[in-house]
């Protein structure tokens, strides 16, 4: 959970859960990201680096399901599948550069700019091929351009920015907020080989909530059954007590 913040109740979780069953990804993104941040607005939400709001669902993650996360992978070149856990806790690094500008410098280019936002991101996701999204977020979040040291009017960025400042401002971007993009490269114990693979927090969680939420209902329909309680009731009482009470459920 965000410091500072009340920790977001079951209720308010299944409620998250059932809200975002027929959404897109960026839309579940949003829902976790509200359940991680409690009270905050949608501008605030979708104003934050990119890698904020990863941290922030790193942070919900380990709140609701611990430090342990099993991830599985198939080799990019056997098909090997291959299991491991991850340190939630390692995993998430907040941006290193809170509001300040970051500068490029090629040649007779200069351009300050921004960490992309959620937003930013997400207007980039309507590009049609990767170098468009790419293109896209680079002139959204440049703040000033300068080519032979005149300014460079942002509509004009996306025609005249050379592809190779472009992948310098996409790396130093990239290092100032390395949660936006989690990969990892995991060897394969039978051929040896390295097979990169992003780690979404966004879907990762999504079924991890998906299963609790589901396993959670069908808890309340059973001590409901047994008990007459209404949902809300069974719902306030601790995870050890609703096991606690459906163990004598069982043992009856």
Request: charged content about 25%.
């Amino acid at each position: 959970m965000i410091p500072g913040t009340a920790p977001v109740g079951p209720a308010e979780l299944l409620g998250a859960w059932e809200a975002g069953l027929a959404l897109g990804a960026a839309e579940k993104s949003l829902l976790l990201h509200r359940a991680a941040r409690p009270g905050a607005g949608t501008d605030e939400l979708l104003s934050v680096p990119v890698g904020e709001r990863e941290a922030d669902l790193f942070a919900l993650r380990r709140s609701l399901f611990g430090e342990r996360m099993q991830v599985r992978v198939e080799c990019g070149a056997c098909g090997e599948a291959m299991e491991f856990d991850l340190d939630a806790g390692a995993l998430g690094a907040r941006p290193t550069v809170g509001d300040r500008l970051l500068r490029v410098a090629e040649d007779d280019w200069a351009v300050e700019f921004r960490l992309p936002t959620v937003a930013d991101l997400t207007a980039a996701g309507a590009a049609g091929t990767p170098a468009d999204a790419r293109r896209r977020l680079v002139t959204g979040c440049t703040v000033r351009a300068l080519r032979g040291g005149e300014p460079i009017a942002p509509e004009r960025l996306a025609a005249l920015l050379p592809g190779r400042v472009e992948r310098l401002i996409a790396e130093k971007a990239a290092e100032a907020d390395p949660a936006a993009e989690v990969t990892l490269n995991v060897a394969c114990p039978d051929c040896g080989e390295a097979t990169p693979a992003e780690l979404d927090i966004t879907s990762y969680l999504w079924t991890e909530l998906d299963s609790w939420a589901r396993d959670l209902l069908l808890d309340v329909h059973l001590l409901a059954t047994a008990y007459g309680w209404s949902e809300p009731d069974i719902l306030a009482l601790s995870p050890l007590r609703r096991r606690y009470y459906l163990e004598l459920c069982t043992d009856g």
